[in-house]
């Protein structure tokens, strides 16, 4: 296992992209489909890719993404301060310990939701484009204001939902949302897959929703217990090598760069790994 | 790629409560997307078989419109029989025929 983990660990020195950061919003219209982990962990394995990572939690109100990562005490400034010039960009970004190429702006968690604007995000991402790879932006659930103000800057969009009736319907609302916007087209992630639902035909399958929703998929995320106990200890998944969807996240990153990684066989009995390791000669991820 | 998660899932029941939900979830995404209350609906139905019986005799009995989902563009799609024509009256005003079928000469009231 590790194949990419080797290689992330290097330091790189500091770069300029030609082109500048790609801004990509997670977002999925309904709550609790696992958006915030979607996207630290996302976040975390392109920064093990070497990529130049910032994360913002455009969340206000309920922050919850510095939490995931593991870096609610570090907070001093964040989104709001910086939308209203108490600090400058820089100082309101966490830079993760383990991965010096990753950062946080964390959302504020008291202030009035309508303090930052669609044009005020759209102009820190700019700002931070000329220094970074990737821009993911955690948007809040809902089709609100904060909903508008996550989307403003996005190069691409990420929508996340579960195999259920109500979370697929949700997601439907947002594409047709964003189409109205003039957006490009969203992917799909799929999450909290369960296999043997499926294979006993009591769950949809990833191919019945995109059937439904008639978008492509950039991920199918399995249901795996891992990721409470890395939430619970503030370590995204993707950190360590051989869960299952750890590897899934780290598969988006890599169709992120634009890597054609083809989707991994979700299976639940004990040949997982291998069949992995096999399908991918030894190239995990 | 039809059927490639399917396959690589080795799905075969299309029984279980996952095809009911992906019934359920066309049906509604449909009213979603076209975005049209019920009743505005019907009504709409209703009007294109007005305009369409009144230039040919409809078979009421098998009229189907329904909304269709292409890709994401809802669609409606009118299956509309006529009943046939046994026999074509010239239907001209100023050289009216004495009506021919039982049915018809029951409505033709004297005047």
Redesign the interface.
């Known amino acids: 296992m590790g194949a990419n983990g080797g290689a992330a660990a290097k330091p790189q020195p500091p770069r300029k992209s030609a082109t500048g950061a790609k801004v990509i919003t997670v977002t999925s219209g309904k709550g609790g489909v696992g958006k915030t982990t979607t996207t630290a962990n996302i976040g975390v394995a392109l920064a093990r890719l070497d990529q130049r990572v910032v994360l913002i939690d455009a969340d206000l109100g309920l922050r919850n993404l510095d939490i995931i990562m593991g870096l609610e005490n570090r907070i001093v400034y964040d989104l709001v301060d910086v939308v209203e010039g108490r600090c400058k960009l820089r100082q309101a970004m966490i830079k993760h310990k383990q991965l010096p190429e990753l950062y946080l702006i964390p959302a504020a968690q008291t202030r009035d939701k309508t303090a930052v604007s669609p044009a005020d995000m759209i102009k820190m991402a700019d700002q931070m484009r000329p220094e970074f790879d990737f821009i993911l932006i955690d948007c809040p659930a809902g089709i609100e204001r904060g909903f508008r103000n996550a989307v403003a800057p996005a190069d691409e969009v990420l929508i996340v939902t579960n195999?259920?009736?109500s979370a697929?319907?949700d997601a439907?609302?947002i594409?047709?949302l964003l189409?109205a916007e003039g957006k490009k087209t969203p992917h799909l992630i799929l999450n909290r897959v369960k296999?043997e639902?499926?294979?006993?035909?009591?769950?949809?399958?990833?191919?019945?929703v995109?059937?439904?929703?008639?978008?492509k998929l950039i991920g199918i995320v399995p249901e795996d217990e891992n990721v409470v106990s890395s939430s619970n200890s503030g370590m995204p998944l993707a950190f360590l090598d051989g869960s299952r969807a750890g590897t899934a996240y780290r598969n988006i990153a890599r169709r992120l760069m634009g890597e054609n990684v083809p989707?991994m066989?979700?299976d639940d009995n004990s040949g997982f790994l291998k069949r992995i390791q096999r399908l991918f000669g030894g190239q995990t991820g | 790629m039809?059927?490639?998660?399917?396959r690589?899932?080795?799905?075969?029941?299309?029984?279980?409560?996952?095809?009911k939900?992906?019934e359920?979830?066309?049906f509604?995404?449909i009213h979603?997307?076209i975005n049209l209350p019920p009743e505005r609906l019907e009504a709409m139905k209703a009007e294109i078989l007005q305009v369409i019986s009144k230039y040919v005799s409809v078979d009421s009995n098998n009229v189907d419109i329904a909304l269709q989902?292409r890709?994401?563009t809802p669609a409606i799609v009118a299956d509309i029989p006529f009943n046939k024509m046994i026999e074509h009256d010239d239907p001209d005003e100023d050289d009216p025929k004495p009506p021919k079928s039982p049915q018809k000469d029951a409505e033709k009231k004297p005047e």
């Not at chain 1, 639902?197 to 019945?208: Q, V």
């Not at chain 1, 995109?210 to 978008?215: K, R």
């Not at chain 2, 039809?2 to 399917?6: A, E, N």
């Not at chain 2, 690589?8 to 095809?19: D, L, V």
């Open positions: 195999p259920e009736v697929v319907r439907d609302r594409i047709g189409e296999t639902m499926i294979r006993k035909g009591e769950m949809l399958s990833p191919e019945d995109t059937d439904i929703l008639a978008i989707f066989q979700l | 039809p059927g490639l998660f399917d690589m899932f080795g799905r075969a029941p299309k029984t279980g409560s996952g095809s939900a992906k359920r979830l066309q509604i995404l979603d997307r989902n890709e994401r």
